[in-house]
């Protein structure tokens, strides 16, 4: 499993008109090529009377599925650009559908290219990217006389409380950036005098929002 990897926040959608032409985005977030595939043929069905809905889509870890297509468009003028903007903003798991009625204006394979690379854009933005973190649960089991210190503490820091349990001694749930569980647990023994238990627990992603000009840093 990857510590950290962007991708969208969902489904989402845009529309554009260049030179007449509409040109409509769709964008979800897919985890195997079938489900890429369905998105695409629902997409397909819902404008069955488009001119074109040219595609592309990032699959896997480590960007083992990538494909593109442009559906009667002239070639490389669709579909690679809209995997052009997907690797651009280091998007994983993530489709784009972009559907375009013709206007009667021809626009140039330039064109169809900023048509096509700024539909998808658009689209990228109105649903949203987010950052997934890994993040490993610590739980932390004190005194009722260190909860104060340790809620004040953790609220003042970086890690985030998942909850709090009140039972014969307070138990913290806190979610810790996985790798950095040593440098949590020393942190816990130094604030509690070494007056508190740790333990590890699951594993889950976090998901964070990032700002809409998000480059794939």
């Not at 870890?61 to 669709?78: F, L, V, Y």
């Not at 013709?102 to 900023?114: D, E, P, Q, V």
């Not at 007056?195 to 700002?211: C, F, K, N, W």
Request: proline share 1%; charged share 25%.
């Amino acid at each position: 499993m990857l510590n950290t990897y962007f991708t969208v926040r969902g489904d989402g959608s845009e529309q554009i008109v260049i030179q007449k032409s509409r040109f409509i985005g769709y964008v979800t977030r897919a985890e195997t090529e079938e489900e890429a595939k369905e998105f695409i043929q629902q997409i397909k069905k819902k404008h069955h009377d488009a001119t074109h809905n040219c595609s592309a889509y990032m699959i896997g870890e480590h960007d083992q599925i990538q494909k593109a297509h442009d559906d009667g468009e002239p070639s490389g003028t669709a579909g690679v650009p809209i995997l052009n903007v997907l690797k651009q903003k280091g998007l994983k798991d993530t489709v784009v559908v972009v559907t375009r009625y013709f206007g009667g204006i021809k626009l140039g394979a330039g064109g169809l290219i900023r048509a096509y690379s700024s539909t998808t854009s658009e689209a990228l933005h109105t649903t949203g990217i987010v950052k997934r973190q890994l993040m490993r649960t610590m739980n932390v089991t004190a005194d009722y006389s260190l909860l104060g210190k340790l809620e004040n503490e953790l609220r003042s820091s970086t890690y985030i409380i998942k909850k709090i349990e009140y039972l014969e001694h307070v138990v913290i749930e806190v979610y810790v950036e996985e790798g950095n569980e040593d440098i949590f647990s020393t942190w816990i023994v130094d604030l509690t005098s070494d007056q508190a238990t740790i333990t590890s627990g699951d594993v889950s992603y976090m998901e964070i929002d990032v700002t809409p000009d998000h480059k794939g840093e």
